[in-house]
């Protein structure tokens, strides 16, 4: 009776150890999923950051090159415009 009450708990051990496993073997699974999403988050954070980046230069170098600011250059410059007529503002 002893020797299949051993094998009997030999068997809970081993469905137990099983359990145990499969629940490490999961909680593995879901934390690399996790890490992975936090991962491809950051990236998204970054491209857009680096696109909110370059339209901001953009727009600074679409403004230095208005001709109201090379106009306000040229005066700082002195130097003489020849577009001025296309220059000035409308009443």
Do not use: F
């Amino acid at each position: 009776m002893t020797n299949t009450t051993d094998m009997r708990l030999s068997r809970w051990w081993v469905l137990l150890g099983g359990v145990v496993g499969l629940g490490c073997l999961q909680v593995a699974q879901r934390t690399a999923i996790v890490m992975k999403g936090y991962a491809l988050g950051e990236r998204v954070h970054r491209v857009h950051t680096q696109q909110t980046d370059v339209l901001l230069e953009t727009v600074e170098v679409a403004g230095l090159s208005s001709p109201l600011q090379l106009s306000d250059v040229a005066k700082e410059r002195r130097m003489n415009l020849v577009a001025w007529a296309a220059l000035r503002e409308e009443p």
